[in-house]
C-alpha cells in the first residue's frame, strides 16, 4: 500500500510493504577500489550468459561467476577486477539487461552490493564460470565488508 499526502509546498510518501532481511557482500576492496557486480531479472540463462561473455571479452575480464537466485529467471553474477568506482559504473551499465533499480541503488550507495543470504526460501547457487584470458589478482578476502540491508518480500 502506498499513499501520498501533500500538506501545501510539502509531500510526504508512506508506503507499507512485506520486506525481508538480507545479508549481502559488498563490491568495495581494501584498496579503495571495486569489483564487478550484476543483478538480472526476468531473463534467460542462456542470454545473460552469452551478454556477460561479451562484456568480458571487450575489457578482457578475468572469469566472471554467475549464481542463480530464482529458478531460470533471476540470476547475479561476480568478476574479481579491481576498477575504479566510474569504470566499474561504466562497464555494469554496458551490460545489457542488467536489472535498473539495482543500478539505481548502487549508484545511490556507491558501491555494488550482492545477498548471499535466501530470499523467499530461495539461496543463491552456482550456475557457471565464464573463464576468462586475463588473471584474477585479487578474491573475497580483499573485499572490505558485508551488509544487512531489506528487500521486498516474495519477489
Not at 532481511?21 to 531473463?43: A, P
Request: hydrophobic share 35%.
Amino acid at each position: 500500500m502506498q499513499r501520498t499526502i501533500r500538506l501545501g509546498s510539502t509531500r510526504m510518501w508512506f508506503s507499507i510493504r512485506k520486506v525481508e532481511d538480507q545479508k549481502g557482500m559488498c563490491s568495495n576492496t581494501k584498496s579503495g577500489k571495486h569489483i564487478l557486480m550484476w543483478d538480472f531479472d526476468d531473463t534467460r540463462f542462456g542470454w545473460v550468459s552469452a551478454e556477460l561473455r561479451a562484456i568480458q571479452e571487450k575489457y578482457q575480464l578475468p572469469k566472471i561467476t554467475l549464481l542463480e537466485t530464482k529458478d531460470d529467471t533471476n540470476f547475479i553474477a561476480y568478476c574479481f577486477e579491481e576498477l575504479e568506482w566510474k569504470d566499474a559504473l561504466a562497464i555494469v551499465l554496458d551490460t545489457p539487461g542488467v536489472c535498473w533499480n539495482y543500478f539505481r541503488l548502487s549508484v545511490i550507495r556507491g558501491y555494488f552490493t550482492l545477498r548471499y543470504t535466501p530470499k523467499s526460501g530461495r539461496y543463491p547457487h552456482f550456475r557457471a564460470e565464464i573463464p576468462g584470458k586475463s588473471p584474477q589478482k585479487i578474491g573475497v578476502d580483499d573485499l572490505v565488508h558485508a551488509m544487512k540491508y531489506e528487500t521486498s518480500k516474495g519477489r
